[in-house]
C-alpha cells in the first residue's frame, strides 16, 4: 500500500518559515520524482517545487528564493523549505510521487500565513 503523510503545516506569520515534510511508504522512493503542489480555495491545484531521482529540482517562479525542495532517499522522505512567507502562500500543500503513468497524492497539510 502506498502512503505519503505530510507533516509540518501550521499558521504563522508574514515573514515567518516552516518545514514541510513528507514520508513515503509503499513504493521505491529514490526512483520516483517527487514534488509538493498547493490548492488554494477556489484555485487549481499548482505545482510548487519538484525534485528528480537525479536531484535537479524546479520550482514554481513565485516561490524561487523563498522555498527549497529536498529529499533523503534513505529516509524515503521529502522535504520543503519555506521561507519569506506570504499570505498568498495559503493552501493545502500535498506532497506528490510520480514515475511514468503512475502518481500518488498525499492527505495534504494546511499552511496559513496570517498578514
Known amino acids: 500500500q502506498v502512503q505519503l503523510v505530510e507533516s509540518g503545516g501550521g499558521l504563522v506569520q508574514a515573514g515567518g518559515s516552516l518545514g514541510l515534510s513528507c514520508a513515503v511508504s509503499?513504493?521505491?522512493?529514490?526512483?520516483?520524482?517527487m514534488g509538493w503542489y498547493r490548492q488554494a480555495p477556489g484555485k487549481q491545484r499548482e505545482l510548487v517545487a519538484a525534485?528528480?531521482?537525479?536531484?535537479?529540482?524546479n520550482y514554481a517562479d513565485s516561490v524561487k528564493g523563498r522555498f527549497t525542495i529536498s529529499r533523503d532517499n534513505a529516509k524515503n522522505t521529502v522535504y520543503l523549505r519555506v521561507n519569506s512567507l506570504k499570505p498568498e502562500d495559503t493552501a493545502v500543500y500535498y506532497c506528490?510521487?510520480?514515475?511514468?503513468?503512475?502518481?500518488?497524492w498525499g492527505q495534504g497539510t494546511q499552511v496559513t500565513v496570517s498578514s
Open positions: 506528490n510521487a510520480r514515475l511514468y503513468t503512475n502518481n500518488y
Open positions: 509503499g513504493i521505491i522512493f529514490s526512483i520516483h520524482t
Open positions: 525534485v528528480t531521482s537525479g536531484g535537479t529540482t
